[in-house]
T-cell receptor
Framework: NAGVTQTPKFRILKIGQSMTLQCTQDMNHNYMYWYRQDPGMGLKLIYYSVGAGITDKGEVPNGYNVSRSTTEDFPLRLELAAPSQTSVYFC????????????FGPGTRLLVL | GENVEQHPSTLSVQEGDSAVIKCTYSDSASNYFPWYKQELGKRPQLIIDIRSNVGEKKDQRIAVTLNKTAKHFSLHITETQPEDSAVYFCAASMGGGYSTLTFGKGTMLLVSP
């Protein structure tokens, strides 16, 4: 199993540009999450999904959108990128049984200039 | 919503010493408390967790204690080694349903040889 994979690893965006961060898991996990990590601020939940077709907002959803058309994929869309979105983005997944244990992807480092 | 406070933000110890990281949470309904370790440039990984029906849990050199009355839990690392150097995050969750994790801001542990 590859676990949770994310692409790209690093990206530089100009202000106002859009992009999609990809996340895929091959563990057949129902639950998937997107976090952002800013220095000294821990992990903040952006969006999460409890299954295909079901998504919900986390603590910091503004400026982001998500979709969940399959169990495996959970892309995060940034519209009109802003410098405040410069961060490291982590995708995570967990099972439906012991759902609280989350497995993280390697992260995407995003710089908005 | 849940709020998790973590202290200290940085902790420096000598190899072989013990290290203690403390967290408090606000929602008395929380019943699951994991700890994640994040090495520099890597993804967070679960190292130990505890549920509210247990007061203490050990795994080799690491242990977690939980005081539900005071709403705080702690990570204890004994006989620290340089490879324990990392950022440690505590988190809390109400568990079940569509619960999500709320993370503390992290503690940077530095173990000097």
């Amino acid at each position: 199993n590859a676990g949770v994979t994310q692409t790209p690893k690093f990206r530089i965006l100009k202000i106002g540009q859009s992009m999609t961060l990809q996340c895929t898991q091959d563990m057949n996990h129902n639950y998937m999450y997107w976090y952002r990590q800013d220095p000294g601020m821990g992990l903040k939940l952006i969006y999460y999904s409890v299954g295909a077709g079901i998504t919900d907002k986390g603590e910091v959803p503004n400026g982001y959108n998500v979709s969940r058309s399959t169990t495996e994929d959970f892309p995060l869309r940034l519209e009109l990128a802003a410098p405040s979105q410069t961060s490291v983005y982590f995708c995570a997944s967990s099972t439906g049984t012991r759902r609280e244990t989350q497995y993280f992807g390697p992260g995407t480092r995003l710089l908005v200039l | 919503g849940e709020n998790v406070e973590q202290h200290p933000s940085t902790l420096s110890v000598q190899e072989g010493d013990s290290a203690v990281i403390k967290c408090t949470y606000s929602d008395s309904a929380s019943n699951y408390f994991p700890w994640y370790k994040q090495e520099l440039g890597k993804r967070p990984q679960l190292i130990i967790d505890i549920r509210s029906n247990v007061g203490e849990k050990k795994d080799q050199r690491i242990a977690v204690t939980l005081n539900k009355t005071a709403k705080h839990f702690s990570l204890h690392i004994t006989e620290t080694q340089p490879e324990d150097s990392a950022v440690y995050f505590c988190a809390a969750s109400m568990g079940g349903g569509y619960s999500t994790l709320t993370f503390g801001k992290g503690t940077m542990l530095l173990v000097s040889p």
